[in-house]
């Protein structure tokens, strides 16, 4: 079993801890609101740009949807990417997330509409998901209203967000009355509820999120499903039929237990027939692009930028 020491970290990502990911009620709740207090702080300023949308869900439930907008935007129509940001499906959204969506709606020349989805472990699958889901279908309906061309619309998350990314793309291809989306942009995706590649198995000590959190993550998000009956659109990567499917773009952390299933998943998705850029990221740790100044982060930036202009066309 490897231990930190073992782990050939880039010098740039060394800096990461190696500690027991919190999934309690109480402690995700103070740091939810750590999360939100270092955001006002580091990003107030983006933020404020941002139009805040409440949105009623199906089933009474309302959330939060965060509208940012080029900086030069004029008044034609632009496509428009949704975002799921990452955090174990426990955390809410990062500084480090606000000035991403800013950068993306810049550098793409897009609307970037970020989702505050609601949590587990109060509200586990299939809220969150059906907040995502909702929130694209929202965005297409009022499509008019909010500038956006609604035949250029992408998803994109990362980590947790990349799970709803990548079902939302499935629900999205089975719903007949669906969105028709031009990609998919997955960040170190958790996709796999079992837990069994290589790399979710032996990587127990990595830096920043390890395996034992990783199984802990799936068992609170899934805590009302059968784990013998888990559905592709909670771990998408026990989907069958992967044909179909938008074009992705995957990005993985080579010491990340996640890493595998997200080389598994782009791999599959081309045996498919979907176009597949995967990028696999070496000496990184999970989360290693909130570190703006590696070279490495920087090249994987422009690689996603990369993607979405070409999924826009």
């Not at 129509?77 to 969506?101: D, N, Q």
């Not at 970020?114 to 509200?123: F, G, I, K, S, T």
């Not at 907040?131 to 965005?139: E, H, P, R």
Request: net charge negative; aromatic share 12%; proline share 6%.
């Amino acid at each position: 079993m490897a231990n930190k020491k073992e782990y050939a970290v880039h010098e740039d990502f060394k800096h990461y801890p190696a500690f027991p990911f919190p999934f309690n009620g109480v402690v995700t709740g103070l740091l939810n609101r750590f999360l939100h207090l270092d955001t006002f702080f580091r990003q107030r300023k983006v933020k404020a740009k941002a139009a805040r949308h409440t949105v009623s869900m199906d089933g009474g439930a309302s959330i939060d949807i965060y509208q940012f907008k080029p900086d030069n935007a004029g008044n034609e129509p632009l496509p428009a990417m949704l975002y799921f940001h990452g955090g174990a499906f426990v955390l809410t959204y990062a500084s480090t997330h606000v000035e991403a969506m800013d950068f993306y709606a810049n550098q793409a020349n897009c609307m970037v509409f970020m989702v505050d989805y609601r949590l587990a472990p109060a509200n586990p699958f299939p809220a969150a998901f059906n907040d995502c889901y909702g929130a694209l279908q929202w965005v297409e309906k009022n499509a008019a209203q909010l500038g956006v061309d609604p035949q250029r619309l992408v998803v994109g998350g990362d980590s947790a967000g990349g799970t709803l990314t990548a079902g939302v793309a499935q629900k999205a291809l089975d719903d007949e009355q669906g969105p028709v989306l031009k990609g998919q942009m997955l960040i170190y995706p958790a996709l796999d509820s079992t837990c069994s590649t290589r790399t979710a198995r032996e990587y127990e000590k990595a830096p920043m999120f390890d395996a034992v959190a990783n199984r802990k993550m799936w068992e609170v998000y899934l805590k009302n499903v059968s784990r013998s009956d888990v559905p592709p659109y909670a771990a998408p990567i026990g989907r069958e039929d992967l044909s179909g499917l938008p074009q992705a773009y995957v990005e993985n952390a080579e010491f990340d237990p996640l890493c595998d299933e997200a080389a598994d998943y782009a791999q599959r998705l081309e045996a498919a027939g979907v176009d597949v850029e995967l990028r696999e990221t070496k000496g990184t740790v999970h989360g290693y692009d909130t570190v703006p100044e590696s070279e490495i982060t920087q090249e994987s930036l422009q690689r996603r930028i990369a993607f979405l202009q070409k999924s826009f066309g």
